[in-house]
């Protein structure tokens, strides 16, 4: 349904009949940390997260899986190589 409390006429899961169902009746306003990204949009009552309810829960434990403005740097692995195998490999 679309949202008629804070982000009004965008497309919500959690809005009903009755209003909105999510924790506390509406959605949080954005973090420090969502400043910059892509899906944070102002509203009439401030800056809200497009893609989630409560931007806070999501920078709880790291960075936000929907943050378009944080880049994950690739990781090399440095794994253990077998020396025996590796001898066989180069063998052939």
């Known amino acids: 349904m679309v ?3 804070v982000k009004e006429s965008l497309e919500c899961i959690f809005m009903t009949k009755k ?38 829960i999501k920078w709880k434990n790291g960075d936000c899986n929907f943050a378009t403005h944080v880049t994950k740097d690739a990781q090399v ?3 253990k190589i077998n020396p025996l195998k590796a001898s066989k490999r180069k063998a052939r």
């Open 19 to 56: 209003g909105c169902s999510f924790n506390g009746g509406g959605c949080h306003p954005i973090v420090e940390e969502c400043h910059g990204c892509d899906r944070a949009s102002e509203f009439s009552f401030g800056w809200y997260c497009t893609a989630y309810p409560d931007p806070a």
């Open 77 to 79: 692995k440095n794994t």
């Open 3 to 5: 949202c008629t409390t």
